[in-house]
């Protein structure tokens, strides 16, 4: 669903609308409205490392469930604008750095790296993939237990995630993995959430992943590579205004 800027009158689908961009002038004022020119212009809390694509997922506040999702192309030196969409977070809207617990209902604030992906067929995507089976593939969030925030075989904890049945239900058709406490961003820490993925949404906001529509999701994960990274986070926590 990428639509690429025309001219000066750059067109971006948000909520399944086309809507102009806004100008220069809004952008410098609120560098949450054109974030790749932010990180181009090192106005950006968190840099973007190794990665050739940075996405944005940016609430208006703390407590916001709507967000704005923005993916950047490095160009040369610059990041361009490819793709804008809406999307959901936590249904308790963001967790402050270093707040979030398992089980609190909020979205991480940070950056964080995309290194795999999974669902129900490979889209074309250039992060190692894991096609889930119609039973037996689970994702930790059992507080205490070693297999917590990974993936793994078998038969699934009450409280851990059943990846097979979301699949089913319709979010997981989808999804990247989130690098949020867990390698190669941290090391995992007990109690500290789990499960934090970008999935396809259901319209509604989350337990704690970035969620939007599938053709959307599947777009991003067709430009994604190993050491790709999103940004995400109230406005207030990811630029320096």
């Known amino acids: 669903m990428p639509k690429k800027g025309i001219g000066i009158a750059l067109l971006a689908i948000c909520g399944g609308m086309l809507t102009a961009a806004p100008p220069a002038a809004a952008e410098a004022k609120d560098p949450a409205s054109n974030p790749c020119r932010a990180l181009s212009a090192g106005v950006t809390k968190y840099q973007a490392g190794r990665a050739n694509h ?24 610059r990041w361009k604008r490819v793709l ?21 209902g909020k979205s991480p604030t940070g950056m ?34 070693a297999r917590y925030n990974r993936y793994y075989p078998g038969t699934c904890l009450p409280d851990d995630e059943n990846l097979s049945d979301y699949m089913h239900q319709g979010p997981y058709r ?16 007990q109690g500290a959430g789990s499960a934090i993925f970008l999935h396809v949404s259901r319209a509604r906001p989350t337990a704690g992943c970035v969620a939007t529509d599938q053709p959307t999701v599947e777009a991003i994960m067709k430009t994604l590579r190993p050491h790709d990274r999103i940004i995400m986070g109230p406005r207030e926590a990811l630029f320096h205004v």
Do not use: M
């Open 54 to 77: 940075v996405l944005f997922a940016i609430a208006p506040e703390y407590g916001s469930t709507e967000v704005s999702i923005t993916e950047c192309a490095k160009k040369g030196r």
């Open 84 to 104: 804008t969409a809406s999307g959901y977070v936590g249904k308790n809207g963001f967790a402050a750095p270093g707040t979030k617990k398992e089980g609190d």
């Open 112 to 145: 964080f790296t995309l290194t795999e992906a999974f669902g129900e067929g490979d889209p074309g995507t250039s992060l190692p993939y894991r096609k889930l089976r119609d039973g037996g593939e689970c994702w930790g969030s059992t507080i205490g237990d």
């Open 174 to 189: 989808q999804a990247v993995v989130i690098n949020y406490n867990r390698p190669p961003d941290s090391p995992i820490v």
